[in-house]
């Protein structure tokens, strides 16, 4: 059970070869068995994952259904839990719990599924590798001296390692997909505003999605059926039509028409990458799909528009945690000026405040117009090169990393060297549309291989065919780290 998809997980469960508070069990075994050495979860809150599963199976035993009800899910801990501590991986909320849950988590509550525990993750979701977090870096369970990706690093690990079967994160700027790609699993970064955003502390407001890590395609149809859809509470959720995301997963590719964008195929990519990802494009050009080169003239201005424009929308976001309402709060102060400085050098960790700097800098009176203004503008021009690709083609497809998963520390100490590493990821991210980490080999030092597929607003349905049809015929996506068998 421990490596089954989520519909033999249901079908399991549907015909009572197991209760859900078995599979909850076997989930929180090896999460018991694994944690210490992988640090993937903050919180792993046994009782009220197993309260969870007994409310699942008794409304089995009344006749109730679905493909989630009963099913354990992990939550990166940056979605607002009732009950549960969610801390964002800073020490600014490492006590605080949230009077309400996050959207999302309703969404799964009131789908049936298990909360099994909250990620580790990036503090704030700043960061590509996990080492920002409050509460220790995430090991990459395909090799332990790795780092596993960032921001969502520990719903990643968490599900590489079977520790979960399935996990929420949120993407920033590459947060779901990155991770996905240095672990070996699958992750979807939806539209923008697919995906509530109320409860899910923010970041950088016009680029944050939360969406769904999983083991295959066919999974995060099931996931992103539940999380996503229309709220009320987020003033940039999207009023459309509820979708089945699952409803072109058996749809053939060929005739498919795949963009290469000529930028993603350059010098800066590690040659085992490189290899690996044109392995997986070449696999769908013998099943009828046509390629084609195409160009994103503006990739390498992505870097440097979004570290303008991420830093500044957090510098505002991040105004909130002042000691006053909730979060960390100093102990000693002699006035409520010092009490704000003291509670934020105290609970914000150095990444933080560097985006804080660089986004309170680039907002001010002077500046202003030169970076911030500036940066808006060539955002603008990334998504006009993406809208003029899909004029020519139906997905993009090339790595979703330059490299797979680096040492710990690596990078630590060079940030915009870390930035760099973000190259491919942002340019979607910048322009709202959605993409996909598809695992799709290994390395010669046996770290995994993220295919990215690309697609034009609103196609994860026809993104999560496209994995879905390449994972009939490999099994990267179920394979598991040697170092943790089952
Ligand atoms: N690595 C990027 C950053 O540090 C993206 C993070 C994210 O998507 N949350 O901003």
């Not at 332990?144 to 949120?170: K, Y």
């Not at 790595?399 to 940030?415: H, K, L, N, R």
Request: aromatic letters at 10%; hydrophobic letters at 40%; charged letters at 20%.
């Amino acid at each position: 059970m421990l490596n089954a998809s989520l519909s033999e997980m249901s079908a399991a469960l549907e015909s009572r070869k197991i209760s859900s508070v078995e599979l909850t069990q076997l989930f929180l075994g090896r999460i018991a068995k694994l944690n210490g050495e992988l640090n993937a979860f903050i919180t792993a809150d046994a009782p009220r994952a197993l309260k969870d599963a007994a409310a699942a199976d008794a409304r089995r035993a009344t006749g109730q259904s679905g493909p989630l009800l009963g099913i354990p899910v992990a939550h990166k801990d940056i979605f607002c839990t009732e009950g549960i501590r969610t801390t964002c991986g800073s020490k600014m909320l490492a006590d605080f719990v949230s009077p309400y849950d996050a959207h999302v988590i309703s969404r799964f509550g009131a789908a049936g599924a298990v909360l099994l525990g909250k990620t580790n993750m990036d503090e704030f979701a700043m960061g590509s590798s996990n080492e920002s977090s409050y509460f220790g870096a995430v090991k990459n369970p395909w090799r332990r001296s790795a780092v596993p990706g960032g921001s969502s690093g520990g719903s990643a690990a968490a599900v590489a390692a079977r520790m979960a079967p399935a996990a929420t994160g949120t993407d920033t700027g590459g947060s779901i997909r990155q991770p996905a790609s240095f672990t070996g699993v699958c992750g979807v970064k939806p539209t923008y505003g697919v995906v509530s955003r109320y409860g899910m502390i923010a970041f950088a407001s016009s680029l944050d999605q939360g969406g769904p890590m999983g083991k295959g395609a066919a999974d995060l149809a099931a996931l992103l059926n539940v999380m996503a859809g229309f709220d009320a509470r987020d003033s940039t959720s999207l009023d459309r039509p509820p979708e089945d995301y699952a409803r072109d997963l058996e749809r053939p590719v060929a005739g498919l028409r795949i963009g290469l964008p000529r930028e993603y195929f350059g010098d800066g990519v590690d040659a085992d990458v490189a290899a690996r990802v044109q392995d997986a494009i070449r696999w769908f050009e013998g099943q009828g799909a046509k390629t084609v080169e195409i160009t994103l003239p503006n990739t390498k201005l992505a870097v440097p528009v979004y570290y303008v424009l991420a830093p500044a929308e957090a510098s505002s976001n991040l105004s909130r945690f002042d000691g006053v309402r909730y979060g960390h709060r100093a102990a000693e102060y002699a006035d409520l000026y010092e009490m704000y400085c003291k509670s934020r050098a105290e609970g914000f960790g150095a990444e933080v405040k560097r985006r804080i700097l660089v986004g309170t800098y680039v907002l001010s009176h002077g500046y202003y117009d030169a970076y911030y203004l500036q940066a808006q503008k060539i955002r603008r021009l990334i998504a006009g090169d993406f809208s003029d690709a899909f004029a020519q083609c139906d997905v993009i497809m090339g790595p979703v990393a330059p490299t797979t998963a680096y040492e710990a520390g690596a990078m630590s100490g060079d940030p915009v060297k870390m930035y760099l590493g973000d190259i491919f990821t942002i340019p979607a991210s910048l322009a709202g549309l959605p993409g996909m980490s598809i695992p799709c080999g290994f390395d010669s030092k046996g770290l995994p291989v993220g295919l990215q597929a690309i697609g034009n607003y609103f196609s994860e349905a026809r993104l999560l065919n496209v994995a879905h049809q390449y994972q009939k015929a490999t099994d990267w996506h179920i394979r598991v780290p040697d170092a943790f068998p089952l």
